[in-house]
């Protein structure tokens, strides 16, 4: 797998993160290209989305938990869907990271407890 954005990235070092942390990186991609939607740069927004899809493929493709393959595919689907328009919209952009974010339950926790939802 040829990387892009992510050169020095290798399956095995993509595969030693835990799932909610490769989840967390990749949402990292969808909150970057929501703050460049706000700002009204759709091509920092595009890198974003392409940045997300390698870390996306890079999941899919060290997938030990295959219970979690069809989420994620159904989730890139999406994303292409955001990627192809040429304004993306602001409210789309932050659905679809809150839904990558709950499709694990610690990645889900992370972050609730970052924004201080937590007990």
């Known amino acids: 797998m040829n990387l892009k954005y992510h050169k020095t990235m290798t399956k095995e070092k ?3 993160f835990p799932f909610y942390k490769q989840i967390l990186m990749i949402a990292n991609e969808l909150n970057r290209a929501g703050n460049w939607i706000e700002k ?3 091509v920092e927004v595009r890198y974003c989305y392409e940045r997300a899809f390698e870390l996306l493929y890079l999941t899919i493709a060290t997938l030990s938990r295959k219970n979690k ?10 994303l292409a869907g955001l ?5 993306p919209i602001i409210k789309e952009n932050l659905s ?3 839904v990558l974010v709950s499709l694990d ?3 889900f926790s992370f972050l609730k407890v970052r924004a201080g939802y937590a007990k």
């Open 83 to 87: 990627y192809i328009k040429k304004i």
């Open 105 to 107: 339950k610690d990645s």
């Open 96 to 98: 679809l990271l809150n």
């Open 40 to 42: 009204g740069d759709f």
């Open 69 to 78: 393959l069809r989420e994620l595919v159904r989730f890139k689907e999406t």
């Open 14 to 16: 993509w595969r030693s």
